[in-house]
């Protein structure tokens, strides 16, 4: 119990704002499926281990400062090291959907998602139809495309 509180307050120490406040109380870190979030560390990072990069991935931006993005639901671990190897933060992170703005539609076992803010837009979501997913992924293509 003492060794838990000990880590938890270490990691409340280490990691900063803007980090939400249940993360500084032993609570994951949550971030949105697709969206990217900073996160502030007190000491330099050397090194930033994800225990499953198919949830989470990381990046140092500079020694204090790593870019947290989702890329799949789920929880996985965050492990950030010093230039020493000492642990800096050792902390669960957890991949949610955002909620906001976001519409889902069934239509018998076919999903598809929706981005309403406010014009309702497609989006591709993890569970979504695979033919669904499939026009949406070739109409960013298209206009990105025209774009260039």
């Known amino acids: 119990m003492f060794r838990f509180a000990a880590t938890a307050l270490l990691l409340a120490a280490t990691l900063a704002a ?15 499926v697709n969206m990217a979030r900073i996160l502030r560390i007190s000491a330099p990072a050397a ?21 947290l993005t989702g890329k799949s639901y789920g929880q996985t671990n965050l492990i950030v090291l010093d230039s020493r190897g000492e642990p800096v933060a050792d902390t669960l992170v957890e991949v949610v959907q955002m909620s906001a703005g976001i519409m889902t539609v069934y239509q018998g076992q076919s999903r598809t ?13 993890m569970g979504d139809d695979t033919g669904y997913s499939g026009r949406v992924l070739a109409s960013s293509q298209l206009v990105q495309s025209a774009a260039n």
């Open 18 to 32: 803007p980090m939400p406040a249940q993360a500084q109380d032993g609570a994951p870190i949550n971030v949105n």
């Open 47 to 67: 090194t930033v281990i994800i225990g499953n990069p198919g949830i989470a991935d990381v990046t140092i931006q500079d020694p204090q400062t790593l870019i």
């Open 113 to 125: 998602t929706l981005s309403c803010a406010p014009t309702c837009q497609p989006v591709v979501m």
